[in-house]
């Protein structure tokens, strides 16, 4: 008979929708409404993991975002699997598949649990004092096998089928959690007409008041009271109303992210929905309103299945109509408990006994005994049997001196158990507000703000119902206000038959067991047990930031919710301090586990990263062109023909542009428009060259120093009229030449009129070099005079092509005849055809950036960047001749005259050619004087690029060498592994040293 | 993420802006510079633990530079003004900052 835990009626969940579920195999039923937890319950079923170390039986703790034990797998298919999921806040759906974690064969024999036999070995910091030598065992033994044994669940192998959305929100006021006060507050704030973004991160709002059924607000029900403040504010259309919804990270300035989950728990989610929505909300004003944690009870053996937090027991009971056994003990130092004890005796469940540390009880001590249940007051659990689940309970009393006296068994196959609440911290004291330590309750409670925030209820501390409401609705009205509305201010609830859950213990409680043998868990998902947090200190620990990592205690996925202030009180024992002088370690994001799938977002495959084509990209791709990715640009590398290698591709368009006509895509150079009445003087002080004289339609290599005088980018820049330029950059430095132009634009000099625009990507640039290159291009351009005499080397003329408005550049990076010709971009392919058909016709070819990188190289073109560093100045690079010597200030020139920058023994750029002219260098090689250096010799300087060069016949490279310009002539060496690469040290220039080809 | 106010587009996200170091160190001229001096305004920067007034770039809005004072601790932005605009006293930002601190502290 399935379902044999379930109460008759009551409850939250609707009984007319059985769903139907797996968990480890075995077929079970619940009701839509149910958590996988509560369905387990209601099925009698309380074993569902196995502990992290000691592989120990574990059961349901907790009812909500806290559970240290059930976690669980849920599967849709092997893609959609997600570990590591508390069953507690799982919904169940028709068919779902739930797997528990970390036990090998199965839950009821798991072959590790030998462990928990070897516990004595396995004390703090027991990795680190066993596994030391031999220290390569590390990753390959030890670390491996020790993963497999204390594991979590599996990642699935597959990539994630779901999609993931991101939605930017605003509003006046945020309020994280929807229990008594965020419902207040969200009232009060929705009243002052506020934009209002309500979230919790239960598929139902209410908080406590779902679990109550005894308290009254203004004369209604508390369940009733929440339902009818949810539909008001569900139907208002300036509040978001947002369940299954977590607040995970408070960043600055109010910036908060939340992670709504849209259809895990759907049994078919439509294909049309995104799994989950990341939230990054900016709020004016922020109302936290996050509750509280009730706390264990650290008494031997308070782990095995069977044993759950009092509150949670009453919580299954009230909201989905099930018993947590049918013979349950109560062990507390809180008032709740007795709320939960009187509500399942209530309900007919058998309660032995309550045990109440307290030595006086509590204000319902009174209340059980007239129910008719037994407590003990001075009472404390001494440990607890049962193999898979509790079966007995034992308890003494404690005596004046601190010792404790055993008293009895109790029978039982359950027990709850409740220490106290912890206010949930953990967005306040992310928005790096200062908690602060209440020493009369021993909490710790928000203090100063860092932001515009506020909390209310439980997480601020405050307890009975009532101050909730109150506090709640004045909470929101303070935000609405401090948002800049206008408010109707404050109010006062009335309740009735409510319980102010007064009463806590921290720490590990007394007993009569040898204290060397017995388990009192406080962490429970990480198997840290009290004995190990006092070992830790003993060993030396002091801050609890230490025994933390020491004893891995509060850092599980859980980060210690349930743990980490009875760690903090017994190290606080241990070291004889009180609780604040210890300390609290930090709270950090994600309050629960979060999906990489949310970060990641649409950021995946080809939206991972912006990629950037010119114009001509997809007419490459058909001509079968290999492409490079140089930023976020795809450029042509190289066109190899059928069966043709990378080699002999290149070598053949190198032959090509020397020998007839080659084109080429130059469009991703950065390009951008100076314009202004002050554009010359502008230029004339940017770059180191002089500008001023530079006529209208001419051309000038520039280069660009920052003021520390090292070379920061060139480019050709040409004079287009009187008061604009053309500029170009290196495909990289675009950006930043733009912003190093702009910063001295509008802060430097801000007396200019000169105006930036960046044009990379309005013009489409074919560059066609090669003897050939007039004869190609000449029948195309109209309105413009190619010859010799009329436009020389370095000239830029304004015309068209083929009836398009073109910058015809008479330039070269090949050292050959050459021109640019810019089009705007829509053009770009339909001219590249045409300019392409006039030069296959006349025997060239089109070629690609690996090309373009060998024939520059050839010349000794210098790239900047590949060639430079940073460090380099431009007379180092060879290319002082265009400092402007006689300016009065140019952006270089003070850093130039630096006397550490004109001591010799400076990097210089050398051309370097093999002794074997068929080994090719690699670049970023080191050069050294002797072929076999002493260990530790210093290098003399590097190669920066080598080619082999076809139309030379041998390798060429690029180098900076000190001295370098000195040493012509001598032979260096580049040491390899496989043995030193002789080399002469030659001019840079290796092709055409007179540059006859470039004006012919 | 911080919230900026940029001095010409009001309150806009961190990412729109680029932080370009620290403000108010001129631009030495060529002549009559020592290489101490050039190698201070190169490389030497204050670095404080509190008020800092820096250089910032709207540079996925409107572009413009402006300057900003911030504490280096907290994060938070005390005041933003346009280039050329005189450097903040800091010493009196920081007494107002304190003051306030100290107010707030004693309000609870």
């Not at chain 1, 929708?17 to 387990?40: H, I, M, N, Q």
């Not at chain 1, 006060?181 to 598929?203: K, T, Y």
Request: with cysteine; aromatic share 8%.
């Amino acid at each position: 008979m399935s379902q044999t835990f379930r109460r008759p009626e009551g409850g939250r969940i609707k009984r007319n929708k059985p769903v139907a579920f797996r968990f480890d195999g075995r077929a079970l039923t619940g009701y839509e409404g149910d958590t996988l937890a509560s369905a387990l319950l209601a099925n009698g079923v309380h074993l569902v993991g196995r502990s992290f170390k000691y592989h120990r039986p574990r059961g349901i703790l907790t009812a909500g975002a806290e559970e240290p034990n059930a976690l669980v797998t849920v599967s849709r298919d092997a893609a959609r699997s997600t570990p590591n999921l508390r069953a507690t806040q799982v919904e169940i759906y028709e068919g779902m598949t739930a797997e528990s974690q970390n036990r090998w064969p199965s839950l009821a024999f798991d072959a590790s649990a030998v462990n928990d036999l070897l516990s004595p070995i396995f004390v703090s910091g027991f990795y680190y004092k066993t596994f030391m030598w031999p220290a390569k065992f590390w990753t390959s033994v030890y670390e491996p096998r020790i993963r497999a044994a204390a594991g979590l669940g599996k990642a699935p192998e597959l990539p994630d089928p779901d999609r993931y959305q991101s939605r930017f929100a605003h509003c006046d006021v945020l309020v994280i959690g929807a229990g008594p006060a965020g419902l207040a507050a969200a009232l009060a704030a929705m009243e002052s007409g506020a934009r209002v973004i309500l979230c919790d991160e239960q598929a139902e709002m209410g908080g406590s008041l779902l679990s109550d059924p005894d308290v009254t607000i203004e004369g209604q029900s508390g369940r009733q009271w929440s339902t009818d403040v949810i539909m008001a504010l569900a139907l208002s259309d300036r509040v978001t109303c947002l369940t299954r919804t977590t607040a995970f990270g408070y960043f600055a300035d109010n910036f908060v992210a939340l992670a709504e989950r849209i259809t895990d728990h759907m049994a078919t989610p439509p294909a049309s929905s995104p799994r989950e929505r990341l939230w990054q909300v900016r709020a004016k004003q922020v109302v936290i309103a996050t509750g509280a944690l009730e706390r264990p009870l650290v008494f031997p053996e308070n782990d095995r299945p069977g044993i759950l937090f009092a509150d949670a027991a009453r919580t299954y009971l009230n909201r989905y109509g099930v018993m947590a056994g049918r013979k349950t003990v109560v062990a507390t130092a809180c008032d709740s408990a007795y709320l939960a004890a009187l509500d399942l005796h209530r309900a007919g469940v058998e309660v032995p006994a309550i045990l109440d540390i307290r030595r006086e009880g509590g204000a319902l001590t009174a209340a059980a005994r007239a129910a008719g249940i037994r407590v003990e007051t001075g009472a404390t659990v001494t440990g607890t049997r049962g193999r898979l689940r509790v079966a007995s309970v034992e308890f003494g009393h404690v005596q004046a001196d601190g010792s404790v006296r055993h008293d009895a068994v109790l029978p039982c196959d359950s027990l709850l158990m409740s220490g106290g609440w912890t206010p949930t911290l953990h967005m306040f004291s992310q928005s790096r507000g200062k908690l602060r330590y209440e020493e009369v309750t021993g909490r710790y409670l928000p203090g100063r703000s860092a932001e515009h925030e506020r909390s209310a209820g439980a997480c601020n501390g405050t307890m009975a119902l009532g101050a909730v409401l109150d506090e709640g609705y004045a909470a929101g009205e303070n935000a609405a206000r401090a948002a800049g509305l206008a408010t109707r201010g404050t109010k006062t609830f009335a309740v009735a038959g409510a319980t102010t859950p007064d009463g806590q213990v921290l720490g590990a409680l007394p007993h009569d067991r040898n204290p060397g043998r017995v388990k009192a868990f406080v962490d429970f998902q990480h198997d840290v047990t009290a004995k190990d947090i006092k070992l830790a200190v003993r060993e030396g620990f002091r801050s609890i930031e230490h025994v933390k990592r020491y004893t891995t205690t509060g850092m599980a996925t859980d980060q210690g919710k349930t743990s980490n202030m009875n760690a903090l009180a017994i190290a606080a024992g241990a070291l004889d301090k009180p609780i604040p002088a210890v300390g609290l370690t930090t709270f950090r994001m994600p309050y629960t586990p979060t999906t990489f799938g949310i970060f990641a977002n649409t950021s995946r495959g080809d939206l991972f990263d912006p990629v950037r084509r010119t114009s001509t990209h997809d007419w490459a791709a058909a001509a079968g062109a290999e492409f490079e990715n140089v930023g976020m640009w795809k450029r042509a590398w190289y066109f190899p023909r059928q069966g043709e290698s990378m080699h002999a591709a290149v070598d053949r368009e190198c032959r090509t542009v020397r020998a007839a006509v080659g084109i080429f895509d130059a469009s991703t150079l950065g390009k951008i428009e100076v314009v202004g009445p002050d554009a010359a003087e502008f230029m004339h002080r940017i770059y180191v060259n002089p500008f001023l004289k530079l006529e209208v339609g001419r051309c000038r290599y520039g280069i660009m120093c920052r003021d520390d005088g090292f070379v920061y980018d060139d480019g050709v820049v040409g004079r287009i009229a009187a008061d604009r330029f053309h500029v170009t950059t290196t495909t990289g430095g675009a950006p930043r030449v733009l912003s190093h132009m702009e910063d001295y634009l509008q802060t430097e000099w801000t007396d200019l009129k000169v105006w930036l625009t960046s044009t990379t990507e309005q013009w489409a640039v074919i560059a066609v070099q090669g003897p050939k290159a007039r004869e190609a291009i000449a029948p195309l351009i109209e309105g413009i005079d190619l010859s010799k005499a009329a436009m020389p080397h370095m000239s830029v003329r304004m015309g068209t092509i083929l009836g398009v408005p073109c910058r015809l550049f008479r330039m070269s990076f090949t050292g050959e005849l050459g021109f640019e010709i810019n089009v705007p971009a829509a053009y770009g392919k339909a001219i590249w055809e045409a300019v392409h058909a006039r030069v296959v016709a006349l025997g060239g070819c089109p070629y690609g950036t690996e090309a373009m990188h060998v024939l520059r190289a050839e010349k000794g073109y210098i790239i900047v960047g590949q060639d430079t560093d940073g460090t380099v100045t431009p007379d180092e690079a060879g290319v002082g001749w265009a400092v402007g010597k006689s300016k009065p200030d140019f952006v270089g020139k003070r850093g130039l005259a630096r006397a550490d920058l004109l001591k010799p023994g400076r990097t210089q750029l050398v051309g370097l050619a093999t002794v074997d002219p068929k080994v090719v260098l690699e670049e970023g090689a080191q050069i050294t004087p002797d072929a076999d250096p002493a260990p530790r010799t210093h290098a003399i300087g590097h190669v920066t690029s080598a080619y082999h060069s076809a139309v030379l016949g041998r390798s060429i490279a690029l180098a900076m060498v000190e001295r370098g310009r000195s040493r012509l002539g001598e032979t260096l060496h580049v040491p390899m592994p496989g043995g030193a690469i002789a080399v002469t040290v030659v001019d840079p220039v290796f092709y055409d040293k007179e540059g006859g080809r470039l004006d012919p | 993420m911080l919230l900026i106010t940029c001095p010409i587009c009001g309150p806009r996200p961190e990412i729109e802006f680029r932080n370009m170091g620290e403000a108010h160190i001129a631009r030495p001229t060529p002549e009559g510079t020592s290489d101490d001096d050039m190698a201070a305004f190169l490389y030497l920067r204050s670095n404080p633990k509190g008020l800092i007034a820096e250089r910032w770039r709207h540079v996925h809005g409107c572009a413009r530079f402006f300057n900003a004072v911030r504490h280096t601790v907290t994060d938070k932005f005390v005041t933003v003004y346009e280039v050329g605009a005189p450097k903040p006293d800091l010493a009196a930002l920081a007494a107002d900052l304190a003051a306030d601190l100290a107010a707030r502290e004693a309000g609870r």
